[in-house]
């Protein structure tokens, strides 16, 4: 077998609401072959991963795979399972898997679930399905793998270096059982919650709203102990020293025990307690780094109290790393058997730590790693009670005192930190603790405030070994997000097959009208506000999130088109709008789309991500669109249905506002809302920026979807009207039909590069001049099927009586003029007495069709890339056109019928 690419899809996808990797596999040799084919093949799997056993498969019961294996499947399927179970045993939780033909012999795809919060970039699907391959490959052969456990050891770790911790997963996991969309920065613990303007930012246990001041404070522990003694709060004396001296020093005037710890020390590093001789004080102050904080020991059990925003949420005694004898294991084989607890990792990864043992505590206890304690004697392995130690921690929320809560809270204002955990040292957390002033001065302070933490860490709190789990987690997202927030903003989808991009400039255009400023994602660019911030074919998964995670942004508006859907996934979770514009023919034959239903699937899957209760905006003149709602998992029920068309006498929209629904319909020469039996005009079709007096039916389809998603996202009917007026098409949507004058002859710039486009386009300029006054400069993307290009050329044969072919600097995988060699000869069969000649580039090509235009005729100019080729014109002198006198003679009501033609799919009639 043979891995021919792994893709990795980011978001909610064709194949599954998660993120997911999909792998295509070349069985090569094995094609034709099934495991029953090759003796003791399953029993020899089984053996090496016994865990397929309890694969369901299709059987939806363990053993379902099982009785595949025997029974005889094919062996991309076989890798399917193998890279799961793999996954589960290097610590990821997944369990979807499909393999899919890709209609050529031998050849799969694997389609496998990814963790949510995995980092897009990771290594480990790979280097997984690699793993799978090379062992369905081996067991084929006759061999038996050695044991996976050596094998599964790197990916294990990377896996585990590339999870979040169990603190920043417990926020996500909170977040998003509010809704709240979660976004993780790579392999960082830096996680986005919600979007836009409601966007907030999380890193573990600190927040876009950490104070940096009060971080600055909690990390330099004698600012800390200066700031909380000047208020009051009970503390232990102490004094920081920078030399051997000043240590000593503090321990003959404390008197011992003292506790000896860096100045900026973190997770219980360095520090050593205990200690009464200045030998003690010396080797500690050095193992510390010379920068330390010298401090009378404080009596009693250690405390973690956590605070988030002005609210005690949970708190653990912590009990230091130790292991309690039996009478016959050695100390070494204790910390072993304690370290095979499951819970416990290295570093933060799992909710404990395993276990470093100090040994130098060991002796000063009289152990050693190889001595046996009698049974039930302690043995403590680190003098700090961290969880970073190897600790471990009980909950005794419950159980504090009135008194301890208030200081708590007292402690962590007086630091300004809006998440901190207190670290106490008390006997007991249900009694209160004496103030400093009552105290005399000859007695050890009974308890108090040991060291104060930002970002605390929230293990001990999730996960105590003893008493109830406190979710923190979700204490941190009701602080970040109060009033029961699900931190969205209002956001639109658009997809279909044409008038993309303009749906969504007019719907950015009409939501922007309420003063509201619009992330936009289009073909050609990111906009924020109307200012362009990046230039690209913005129109998958990266772009939708840098418009979403943007924190000026209040409403969205994302063109989502089939490249990113098929080979990224979505860049979203749920909208609150999907709008689909139309489905025609276009793409066939790339990304395994073979037929219109392959797009439609695709393309349904916007509807599909339409959160429940929202609105769906489909055209009711496309019978694509309409067989929409048919699919189970639009689960078109659970929405809001609105239908647009230029046909208001369509079943589909008769039954719709029989039914009380709402539509956008083209009606008595008004662009018309229409619910139940109302009818509401907004604007005249005479009057509809980009549709030339009704000339171009489909841009006049494109104003009504805008309309309908915009009233949808709550623009009023009103603002609306307004900005539909205040629309300029040569501004606001250039290169759709944007219509220019050079000279004496008319130049229209438009973006048509499949069949029903340019039939769309054709019928407009005829409708304007006649059909034998076109000139058209022709570019088509070589990346389309011969019969896809071969229906462009028949367009453009009937619709025009010159035509200069050029191609674009990329040809897409083809050879160069391959493309212009086909769309001629096409064009010659369709229409023998057509002119057409090559040019060299779109400079050559705009300028030739310019010599064969006649004054009067109108150049339609085809682009790939909008930016030269509207350079070019200016150079040349073109200014903004007009429409031809007395070109709409007719009524517009008679040239809303012949679009129908366009939307049904068959783009060949012109007249």
Same mark, same amino acid.
């Given at each position: &077998?043979?891995?021919?690419?792994?893709?990795?899809?980011?978001?909610?996808?064709?194949?599954?609401?998660?993120?997911?990797?999909?792998?295509?596999?070349?069985?090569?040799?094995?094609?034709?072959?099934?495991?029953?084919?090759?003796?003791?093949?399953?029993?020899?799997?089984?053996?090496?991963?016994?865990?397929?056993?309890?694969?369901?498969?299709?059987?939806?019961?363990?053993?379902?795979?099982? $009785?595949?294996?025997?029974?005889?499947?094919?062996?991309?399927?076989?890798?399917?399972?193998?890279?799961?179970?793999?996954? #589960?045993?290097?610590?990821?939780?997944?369990?979807?898997?499909?393999?899919?033909?890709?209609?050529?012999?031998?050849?799969?795809?694997?389609?496998?679930?990814?963790?949510?919060?995995?980092?897009?970039?990771?290594?480990?699907?790979?280097?997984?399905?690699?793993?799978?391959?090379?062992?369905?490959?081996?067991?084929?052969?006759?061999?038996?793998?050695?044991?996976?456990?050596?094998?599964?050891?790197?990916?294990?770790?990377?896996?585990?270096?590339?999870?979040?911790?169990?603190?920043? #997963?417990?926020?996500?996991?909170?977040?998003?059982?509010?809704?709240?969309?979660?976004?993780?920065?790579?392999?960082?613990?830096?996680?986005?919650?919600?979007?836009?303007?409601?966007?907030?930012?999380?890193?573990?246990?600190?927040?876009?709203?950490?104070?940096?001041?009060?971080?600055?404070?909690?990390?330099?522990?004698?600012?800390?102990? @200066?700031?909380?003694?000047?208020?009051?709060?009970?503390?232990?004396?102490?004094?920081?020293?920078?030399?051997?001296?000043?240590?000593?020093?503090?321990?003959?005037?404390?008197?011992?025990?003292?506790?000896?710890?860096?100045?900026?020390?973190?997770?219980?590093?360095?520090?050593?307690?205990?200690?009464?001789?200045?030998?003690?004080?010396?080797?500690?102050?050095?193992?510390?780094?010379?920068?330390?904080?010298?401090?009378?020991?404080?009596?009693?059990?250690?405390?973690?109290?956590?605070?988030?925003?002005?609210?005690?949420?949970?708190?653990?005694?912590?009990?230091?790393?130790?292991?309690?004898?039996?009478?016959?294991?050695?100390?070494?084989?204790?910390?072993?058997?304690?370290?095979?607890?499951?819970?416990?990792?290295?570093?933060?990864?799992?909710?404990?730590?395993?276990?470093?043992?100090?040994?130098?505590?060991?002796?000063?206890?009289?152990?050693?790693?190889?001595?046996?304690?009698?049974?039930?004697?302690?043995?403590?392995?680190?003098?700090?009670?961290?969880?970073?130690?190897?600790?471990?921690?009980?909950?005794?929320?419950?159980?504090?005192?009135?008194?301890?809560?208030?200081?708590?809270?007292?402690?962590?204002?007086?630091?300004?930190?809006?998440?901190?955990?207190?670290?106490?040292?008390?006997?007991?957390?249900?009694?209160?603790?004496?103030?400093?002033?009552?105290?005399?001065?000859?007695?050890?302070?009974?308890?108090?405030?040991?060291?104060?933490?930002?970002?605390?860490?929230?293990?001990?709190?999730?996960?105590?070994?003893?008493?109830?789990?406190?979710?923190?987690?979700?204490?941190?997202?009701?602080? &970040?997000?109060?009033?029961?927030?699900?931190?969205?903003?209002?956001?639109?989808?658009?997809?279909?097959?044409?008038?993309?991009?303009?749906?969504?400039?007019?719907?950015?255009?009409?939501?922007?009208?309420?003063?509201?400023?619009?992330?936009?994602?289009?073909?050609?660019? !990111?906009?924020?506000?109307?200012?362009?911030?990046?230039?690209?074919?913005?129109?998958?998964?990266?772009?939708?999130?840098?418009?979403?995670?943007?924190?000026? !942004?209040?409403?969205?508006?994302?063109?989502?088109?089939?490249?990113?859907?098929?080979?990224?996934? /979505?860049?979203?979770?749920?909208?609150?709008?999907?709008?689909?514009?139309?489905?025609?023919?276009?793409?066939?034959?790339?990304?395994?789309?073979?037929?219109?239903?392959?797009?439609?699937?695709?393309?349904?899957?916007?509807?599909?991500?339409?959160?429940?209760?929202?609105?769906?905006?489909?055209?009711?003149?496309?019978?694509? !669109?309409? $067989?929409?709602?048919?699919?189970?998992?639009?689960?078109?029920?659970?929405?809001?249905?609105?239908?647009?068309?230029?046909?208001?006498? #369509?079943?589909?929209?008769?039954?719709?506002?029989?039914?009380?629904?709402?539509?956008?319909?083209?009606?008595?020469?008004?662009?018309?809302?229409?619910?139940?039996?109302?009818?509401?005009?907004?604007?005249?079709?005479?009057? !509809?920026?980009?549709?030339?007096?009704?000339?171009?039916?489909?841009?006049?389809?494109?104003?009504?979807?805008?309309?309908?998603?915009?009233?949808?996202?709550?623009?009023?009917?009103?603002?609306?009207?307004?900005?539909?007026?205040?629309?300029?098409?040569?501004?606001?949507?250039?290169?759709?039909?944007?219509?220019?004058?050079?000279?004496?002859?008319?130049?229209?710039?438009?973006?048509?590069?499949?069949?029903?486009?340019?039939?769309?386009?054709?019928?407009?300029?005829?409708?304007?001049?006649?059909?034998?006054?076109?000139?058209?400069?022709?570019?088509?993307?070589?990346?389309?099927?011969?019969?896809?290009?071969?229906?462009?050329? #028949?367009?453009?044969?009937?619709?025009?009586?010159?035509?200069?072919?050029?191609?674009?600097?990329?040809?897409?995988? @083809?050879?160069?003029?391959?493309?212009?060699?086909?769309?001629?000869?096409?064009?010659?069969?369709?229409?023998?007495?057509?002119?057409?000649?090559?040019?060299?580039?779109?400079?050559?090509?705009?300028?030739?069709?310019?010599?064969?235009?006649?004054?009067?005729?109108?150049?339609?100019?085809?682009?790939?890339?909008?930016?030269?080729?509207?350079?070019?014109?200016?150079?040349?002198?073109?200014?903004?056109?007009?429409?031809?006198?007395?070109?709409?003679?007719?009524?517009?009501?008679?040239?809303?019928?012949?679009?129908?033609?366009?939307? $049904?799919?068959?783009?060949?009639? /012109?007249?």
């Amino acid at each position: &077998m043979k891995i021919e690419s792994v893709r990795r899809l980011r978001g909610p996808n064709v194949y599954l609401s998660r993120p997911a990797v999909v792998c295509r596999v070349r069985l090569e040799e094995l094609t034709g072959r099934e495991t029953s084919d090759v003796t003791g093949f399953a029993e020899r799997l089984l053996r090496t991963v016994p865990g397929l056993a309890e694969h369901h498969c299709a059987a939806g019961a363990p053993g379902g795979f099982v $009785s595949r294996l025997r029974g005889g499947t094919y062996f991309g399927h076989v890798t399917e399972h193998v890279c799961l179970e793999l996954s #589960q045993l290097v610590g990821r939780d997944v369990s979807f898997g499909r393999t899919v033909s890709t209609g050529e012999p031998g050849c799969y795809d694997l389609i496998l679930e990814c963790p949510v919060d995995e980092p897009a970039d990771s290594a480990v699907p790979a280097e997984l399905l690699r793993m799978a391959v090379a062992l369905v490959t081996e067991i084929e052969s006759g061999a038996v793998p050695a044991d996976l456990g050596d094998r599964l050891k790197s990916l294990t770790t990377l896996a585990e270096r590339e999870a979040t911790g169990p603190s920043t #997963q417990a926020i996500i996991a909170a977040a998003r059982r509010r809704g709240i969309p979660v976004e993780r920065l790579g392999d960082l613990s830096l996680v986005r919650l919600g979007w836009g303007t409601r966007r907030r930012l999380a890193w573990a246990a600190m927040t876009d709203r950490t104070s940096g001041l009060g971080i600055d404070v909690s990390c330099d522990k004698e600012v800390t102990r @200066r700031l909380l003694a000047d208020a009051g709060v009970p503390i232990a004396d102490g004094g920081v020293a920078r030399t051997v001296q000043a240590a000593v020093a503090l321990l003959a005037s404390l008197g011992g025990p003292v506790v000896v710890k860096p100045r900026r020390g973190r997770q219980g590093e360095h520090v050593r307690m205990e200690l009464r001789t200045a030998d003690e004080v010396e080797r500690a102050f050095h193992a510390a780094g010379g920068d330390v904080v010298v401090e009378r020991q404080l009596g009693g059990r250690d405390y973690r109290v956590l605070v988030v925003a002005g609210e005690v949420v949970a708190a653990a005694e912590r009990i230091a790393a130790h292991v309690v004898g039996d009478g016959e294991a050695t100390v070494a084989e204790l910390i072993e058997r304690t370290n095979a607890d499951p819970r416990r990792g290295t570093g933060h990864s799992r909710v404990l730590t395993r276990i470093t043992p100090d040994e130098p505590l060991l002796a000063a206890q009289g152990r050693t790693l190889d001595c046996v304690p009698a049974a039930g004697d302690e043995v403590w392995l680190a003098q700090t009670a961290n969880l970073s130690t190897g600790g471990t921690a009980y909950d005794v929320t419950d159980r504090l005192h009135p008194d301890v809560t208030r200081l708590c809270l007292r402690v962590a204002d007086l630091l300004g930190l809006d998440i901190a955990g207190i670290d106490l040292r008390l006997p007991d957390i249900a009694a209160p603790v004496p103030p400093p002033s009552v105290l005399p001065s000859d007695e050890d302070v009974p308890g108090g405030v040991i060291e104060v933490n930002a970002v605390p860490g929230l293990r001990m709190h999730l996960a105590p070994v003893r008493g109830r789990s406190r979710d923190v987690g979700d204490a941190i997202v009701r602080a &970040m997000f109060p009033g029961g927030s699900d931190g969205r903003i209002p956001t639109a989808a658009v997809t279909g097959t044409n008038g993309k991009t303009t749906v969504a400039r007019l719907t950015a255009h009409l939501l922007s009208g309420g003063g509201r400023r619009v992330g936009l994602t289009t073909t050609d660019d !990111v906009r924020i506000d109307g200012r362009t911030v990046f230039r690209a074919d913005a129109t998958g998964p990266l772009s939708a999130q840098m418009v979403l995670g943007d924190p000026a !942004v209040e409403a969205a508006v994302l063109e989502t088109a089939r490249g990113g859907l098929v080979r990224r996934g /979505l860049g979203y979770d749920w909208t609150d709008v999907g709008v689909i514009t139309n489905i025609t023919a276009d793409h066939l034959g790339q990304d395994g789309l073979a037929t219109i239903d392959d797009l439609a699937h695709v393309k349904a899957l916007v509807a599909e991500r339409v959160r429940d209760g929202g609105t769906l905006v489909l055209n009711a003149d496309d019978p694509w !669109v309409r $067989s929409l709602v048919e699919r189970p998992r639009v689960r078109a029920d659970r929405k809001r249905v609105v239908w647009f068309g230029l046909d208001p006498r #369509q079943p589909v929209v008769e039954r719709h506002l029989a039914g009380g629904g709402t539509a956008y319909v083209l009606e008595d020469g008004w662009l018309t809302q229409a619910t139940g039996a109302r009818r509401t005009p907004l604007v005249r079709l005479a009057e !509809v920026p980009g549709a030339y007096g009704g000339a171009a039916p489909h841009v006049v389809a494109d104003v009504l979807a805008a309309c309908a998603a915009a009233r949808a996202l709550g623009a009023g009917q009103e603002t609306v009207v307004r900005r539909l007026s205040e629309f300029d098409p040569a501004v606001d949507n250039p290169g759709r039909g944007t219509l220019l004058r050079l000279n004496d002859i008319s130049v229209f710039v438009d973006y048509a590069h499949n069949p029903a486009a340019l039939a769309a386009t054709l019928r407009t300029l005829h409708r304007l001049w006649g059909a034998g006054r076109c000139v058209a400069a022709v570019t088509l993307p070589g990346d389309r099927r011969d019969d896809q290009l071969a229906a462009c050329a #028949q367009v453009v044969a009937d619709g025009v009586t010159r035509v200069v072919l050029y191609e674009d600097e990329d040809p897409r995988g @083809r050879s160069r003029g391959e493309v212009s060699t086909l769309v001629e000869r096409e064009m010659r069969a369709r229409r023998s007495q057509l002119r057409a000649v090559r040019a060299d580039g779109y400079r050559d090509a705009v300028t030739t069709a310019v010599r064969l235009a006649r004054p009067g005729d109108v150049v339609l100019v085809l682009f790939e890339k909008l930016a030269p080729m509207m350079s070019l014109l200016a150079s040349m002198g073109a200014t903004a056109g007009e429409m031809p006198v007395g070109a709409l003679a007719k009524a517009p009501g008679a040239i809303a019928a012949p679009a129908r033609d366009l939307l $049904s799919g068959t783009p060949s009639v /012109l007249t």
